[in-house]
């Protein structure tokens, strides 16, 4: 088994996690329903993709309070 010879300063360790970050996420508006959604994805609002509706949203409805 290797070993590293001698350790790491917390420093060092840090100073390279510098570069080791989140890229900020690329949305485009959805043609259908124009929200915002991820480039080559199904649209989450509205499940269109292509011009087609691929998958079937289930709406959430409000529970309606008694009147
Ligand atoms: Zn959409």
Redesign the pocket.
């Known amino acids: 088994m290797p070993l590293p010879k001698r350790r790491h300063s917390k420093t060092r360790g840090r100073k390279r996690r510098t570069h080791w970050k989140l890229e900020k996420l690329n949305l485009a508006a ?6 915002p ?1 991820l480039p080559h994805k199904v ?1 989450a ?4 993709y292509n011009g087609r509706q691929v998958i079937e949203i289930k709406v959430k409805e409000k529970k309606k309070k008694a009147q």
């Open positions: 959805c043609p259908q329903c124009k929200q959604k649209c609002i509205c499940g269109y």
